[in-house]
């Protein structure tokens, strides 16, 4: 007789349907260049077959997810439904929209929510100052984790294992000379963000951009979510960010944590 966890492992083989997976594996790998791609590089990237990945390509493409332009393809705009499906449906974006419009408006800065999403974030929420602070980051945008301050306080919330798994696979590539990839000096930088309960970055995604970021908790304590207010060096110093924005950045996510255990 089978054990439990042999049934279970033969339940999920019969329902994976493995032509889905690998069509996310596309569209996925799109989203991390962030520019079109030969079928070459999409079959490289996605760790696919030349011929799995043209196949994959083609039926994307006359679905109306994918272009092509010459030997290049790129993502359409129809794959924006994706992730607005998921928007919408999400009551936590509906629940800290309101905290971010007011955040932006008190210091005229971009206030944004992110979750984690593996190795990155995406960013489900946002309000704008009027004036790009953070490089143009836009709602449903997915950066590397290591690379922002949302990124940084989600990984500084993980558990030993979990923590052990994230530098374990993730790729954390260098974007400017700020990058912090080194996994000692990420986990000291952890530590203490997890003492003091925020992350203060500047210049590791793009440069000049300057940003604070503190949790907002669920009922069980844990962080759901990240939110942070964005500026430019030029505009605001790391000093400033701490004596003036973080006292009411840590306000805002102590209030948002109280509305979600209302609401969700």
């Known amino acids: 007789m089978l054990k439990v966890d042999q049934e279970t492992e033969l339940e999920r083989s019969s329902e994976h349907v493995q032509s889905l997976e690998r ?6 790998v799109f989203a991390d260049e962030r520019g079109p791609l ?15 990945a043209r196949r994959l390509l083609m ?57 984690r999403d593996g190795d990155h974030v995406i960013y489900v929420a946002r309000a ?33 294992a979990q923590l052990t798994e994230y530098f374990a696979t993730s790729k954390r590539e ?6 912090v990839v080194d996994e000692g000096t990420l986990r000291a930088e952890l530590d203490q963000i997890r003492a003091q309960g925020w992350a203060l970055v500047e210049g590791r995604l793009s440069p000049h951009v300057l940003a604070i970021a503190a949790p907002v908790r669920g009922k069980d304590g844990k962080a759901v979510a990240a939110i942070k ?22 306000r805002t996510v102590s209030a ?9």
């Open 23 to 28: 069509g996310l594996t596309v569209i996925r």
């Open 38 to 52: 030969t079928l070459t590089e999409v079959a490289e990237r996605g760790r696919l077959s030349k011929a799995v």
């Open 59 to 115: 039926t994307l493409e006359s679905l109306g997810y994918v272009g092509r332009d010459h030997r290049q393809f790129f993502l359409l705009p129809r794959t924006l439904e994706l992730g607005y499906a998921y928007l919408t449906s999400l009551s936590l974006t509906e629940t800290l929209q309101p905290r971010l419009t007011t955040l932006a408006a008190q210091f005229s800065e971009d206030a944004s929510a992110a979750v």
């Open 128 to 160: 704008r100052s009027g004036r790009p602070a953070d490089g143009g980051l836009a709602v449903g945008d997915r950066v590397p984790a290591h690379t922002v301050s949302t990124g940084l306080v989600l990984l500084a919330d993980l558990s030993d």
């Open 174 to 179: 260098t974007y400017t000379p700020r990058t």
């Open 229 to 250: 207010v964005g500026s430019q060096a030029t505009l605001r110093t790391q000093e400033q960010m701490t004596d003036e924005v973080l006292p009411q950045l840590l």
């Open 256 to 264: 948002a944590s109280r509305d979600l255990a209302l609401n969700l």
